[in-house]
């Protein structure tokens, strides 16, 4: 790839270096170790682009599997409905905001469900 862009020229020494930060970050999409070990040398410039323009034992074909992995989905939290009259009493008795029920519903929403209903029913309306 790079190999073809400096291949049949020839390229000064200069050249190379301005265009060394490109060119190992163009092949550390598809050589993430060797770049990053490129990277992590620090030598100079012009030899990273010679390097990636004559480099015999890159591995050749697909990406590492490592780069992109599959994560475990997170379970569904089954959505609350609050009745309005316990949510705002529950808001009045704590002293709190919309806002704060609303934070209330994404850390724990079964305990709030629980508290609110305990709520409306000592207020005497049927849930």
Known sequence: MIGEVFAGRHVE?????????????????????????????????????????????????RQPGWVYTKVNKKEQVKKVKLDPAGAAAWME????????????????????????KSITKSMGVDV
């Open 13 to 61: 020494w200069p050249d190379k270096s301005r265009n060394a930060f490109m060119v190992n970050r163009i092949m550390a999409v598809r050589y993430p170790v060797q770049a990053s070990a490129l990277n992590g040398m620090g030598g100079d410039h012009g030899n990273v682009v010679s390097y990636w323009t004559t480099a015999p034992g890159l591995p050749r074909g």
């Open 93 to 116: 008795a704590n002293e709190v905001g919309p806002t704060e029920l609303a934070e209330a519903m994404r850390t724990d929403p079964s305990a709030l469900a629980e508290e609110v």
